[in-house]
C-alpha cells in the first residue's frame, strides 16, 4: 500500500509536469488555429488542457481523502496502532482507493476525454517491486540485530528472543512517535519498512493521533543528547496519557525531551501557569519549593510551577495534631475569649 501511495504522488507529479509542457507550447497550438486544416489539432489541444486540469483538481481530491482516511484511522484506534478493527477490509478498501486513483486518467479517457497517459511500465513495476522486497529483508536482518537477546543456542531461543525485544521495542504507536520526534535517534525500524511506517504515522498525527505513554517514555525517559524533542499540538494533547495529574487541563506549548518536560497550563479561573517537570532520576532535587509527580510508567518527576495559577501545582502543607497543639495555645494566650461570650 505504501509503493501505490508513493506512485500515486509520482503520477500527479508527471499529470503537472504534463499541463506544464501544454502551457509552454501553447502558442504552437494557438497557430494552429489560423488554418481550417489545422483547426481539429487546435481544438484537440484545448481538449486536452481542460481534460488535464480536472484531472489534477482529482488527484488533490484522491490524495486529501487517502491521507484523512489513515489518518482517522491511525488516530481513532485502528488496527494499525491498537490492534482493534478489520484491518484487511480496510487495507483492500485503501488499496484500491489508489489503484482506482493511479488508472483515472484511463477512466476520463474512456468517457471521451483527452488526457494523457501516465504511469509507469511493467518492467518498472517489477523492477521496483524487487527493491521493495530486497529492503524489506534488509530491513528485518537489521531489526533483528537491534532487539537482540537472541543466541545461536536454537531456533526457539532465537524466536523467543526476537519476540520478547520487538514486543519490548514498538509500543503502541511508535510510528506516529517517529514521525513526530525533532533530532535524537529513532526507536522504529529503519530501511523501508521504517520509511513507510513514518509516513503513516505523520498522517495520523497531523488527523489528532494522540501518542502512548510508553511512546512519550521512549523520549522523556532518555538523556538529553539522545532522546530528541515532541512538541506541538500532538505534545499538547498526549501530555496526560504520560503525566496523569495533568489530565482535563488546557495545556499549549508542551515540549516534551530528554528528563524535561515543559508546558503552559490555563485553569479553570483563566489563570496561565508556566510548568516545569524534571525526572527524578537525572536531576538533583531542587532546592526551591515543587511538588513530586508520578508518570504513567512509574517515575518520579520534580514539578515546579511559576505563574499567577503556581499554588495549585504545589502539595497543600499538611498540619498534625503537634502543629495545633503547639499554636492553638499561643493563640489563646495572645487573643483571649472576653468573659462575657457564652
Not at 497517459?117 to 524487487?130: D, I, K, R, V
Not at 529503519?190 to 497531523?206: D, L, N
Not at 505513554?213 to 494533547?237: E, F, H, K, L, Y
Amino acid at each position: 500500500m505504501g509503493w501505490n501511495y508513493f506512485k500515486l504522488l509520482l503520477e500527479t507529479v508527471e499529470r503537472y509536469i504534463v499541463v506544464g509542457v501544454l502551457c509552454y507550447t501553447s502558442p504552437l497550438a494557438f497557430s494552429m488555429g489560423a488554418s481550417k486544416a489545422t483547426t481539429p489539432v487546435f481544438r484537440s489541444w484545448c481538449r486536452m488542457v481542460g481534460s488535464q486540469l480536472l484531472l489534477l483538481v482529482m488527484n488533490v481530491w484522491f490524495l486529501r481523502g487517502f491521507n484523512s482516511s489513515m489518518g482517522a484511522y491511525i488516530g481513532n484506534g485502528g488496527a494499525l496502532s491498537t490492534g482493534y478493527g478489520s484491518v484487511f477490509l480496510w487495507l483492500f478498501c485503501a488499496l484500491a482507493f489508489l489503484k482506482t486513483a493511479q488508472k483515472f486518467d484511463s477512466y476520463l479517457a474512456s468517457i471521451g476525454l483527452n488526457v494523457a497517459q501516465t504511469g509507469s511500465s511493467m518492467g518498472m513495476e517489477l523492477l521496483m517491486a524487487a527493491r521493495v522486497v530486497t529492503g524489506i529483508g534488509h530491513g528485518a536482518r537489521s531489526a533483528g540485530n537491534v532487539f537482540g537477546g537472541a543466541t545461536a543456542t536454537g531456533t526457539g531461543a532465537a524466536a523467543s528472543g526476537f519476540a520478547s525485544g520487538f514486543a519490548n521495542m514498538f509500543k503502541g504507536n511508535s510510528y506516529v512517535r517517529d514521525a513526530v520526534v525533532q533530532g535524537g535517534q529513532r526507536m522504529g525500524a529503519g530501511g523501508t519498512i521504517g520509511f513507510v511506517g513514518r509516513a503513516f504515522g505523520g498522517m495520523a498525527a497531523r488527523n489528532g493521533a494522540q501518542l502512548t505513554g510508553d511512546s512519550i517514555a521512549s523520549v522523556a525517559a532518555r538523556t538529553p543528547n539522545m532522546s530528541g524533542t515532541i512538541a506541538g499540538d500532538i505534545a499538547d494533547r498526549s501530555l496526560a496519557n504520560y503525566m496523569p495529574h495533568m489530565s482535563g487541563m488546557n495545556v499549549s506549548g508542551t515540549e516534551i525531551t530528554g528528563g524535561q518536560i515543559t508546558a503552559k497550563v490555563v485553569g479553570a479561573d483563566g489563570k496561565e501557569t508556566s510548568v516545569a517537570m524534571y525526572s527524578a532520576a537525572q536531576f538533583e532535587k531542587p532546592d526551591g519549593p515543587h511538588s513530586v509527580v508520578t508518570a504513567s510508567d512509574g517515575s518520579q518527576w520534580y514539578q515546579m510551577a511559576s505563574g499567577p495559577g503556581a499554588g495549585a501545582f504545589y502539595d497543600a502543607p499538611q498540619f498534625n495534631g503537634i502543629w495545633n497543639a503547639l499554636f492553638i495555645p499561643l493563640i489563646i494566650r495572645l487573643f483571649p475569649v472576653p468573659s462575657d461570650w457564652t
